[in-house]
């Protein structure tokens, strides 16, 4: 785990380093505006997903969970991006809803297709995955069709959190320690280092991870916790997740957050 983080951290800091020099600085593509008007660059958002996929390729115990860690991380920060970049003439489909709603009436988002993408690389990436007992065709299917569930749902619900400085990242660190111990351990090392890196510019109001970098981020945790849980543990947080997931379309998470003294300490911790 100590590898991964180490990994994670240094290709996350060199592919941003790479990054400035590819694109000028305030590049409308590549610009944001946060909260409080001030511009913030998207290139956080490949530059973490590099160096999660960096850190837990180099530190996996097999190729299969390489692959899958590949596959997860790398699938959502691409279909993440495309929705970062790509201008939709739909942006008042706002939300989970908003997009499912789009696609039941035959139109397609970038948000919409965000969301079939992940849910596709999420489900080839459970099944890379290594079954950890014997089970028959349909005890497999159920095994990958939850684990997929669960790598997309966290994907979506890190985003969901992308909405002030540090945040996403401090909760995905915060959601990766319980792992370190376990099966999971090179990916939250990997979620550790890369979200460590990442936090100075993203507390500093310089960057954003937008959706490719928060999805990623998700995706990642996801995996760790297929490789950590068993079927039950594996529904039990799918169900916490899509929980959360529906809420958020009624629930201002940061309304809750700076009503809960804990919480919105954790959440101001090391903002200008």
Partial sequence: MVLAGLASAAATWGARRAADALVAPGTPRWTRTNHRGAPLSLLEGPSVAAGLVAGAVLSASDRRIAAACAVAAGGAAAFGLVDDLTEDTAR??????????????????????????????????????????????????????????????????????????????????????????????????????????ALPRDLGETDMLGDGGANALGALLGVGAVLARGRRGRLALLAGAVALTLASERVSFTAVIARTPVLREIDAWGRR
Avoid at 113 to 137: M, N
Wanted: proline letters at 5%; hydrophobic letters at 50%; a positive charge.
């Fill in 92 to 197: 008042s489909r706002k939300g989970l809803r908003g997009h499912l709603g789009a696609l039941a009436h035959g139109e397609l988002t970038t948000g919409g297709l965000k969301v079939l993408g992940i849910g596709a690389t999420s489900l080839v990436a459970a099944a890379l995955l290594p079954s950890r007992r014997a089970v028959g065709p349909v005890g497999r299917l159920l095994d990958v069709g939850v684990s997929g569930a669960l790598v997309a749902a966290s994907a979506n619900l890190v985003n969901l959190l992308d909405l002030r400085p540090g945040r996403a990242l401090k909760a995905a660190g915060l959601a990766a320690l319980p792992l370190l111990a376990g099966p999971g351990g090179a990916v939250a090392g990997a979620t550790l280092g890369a979200a460590g890196a």
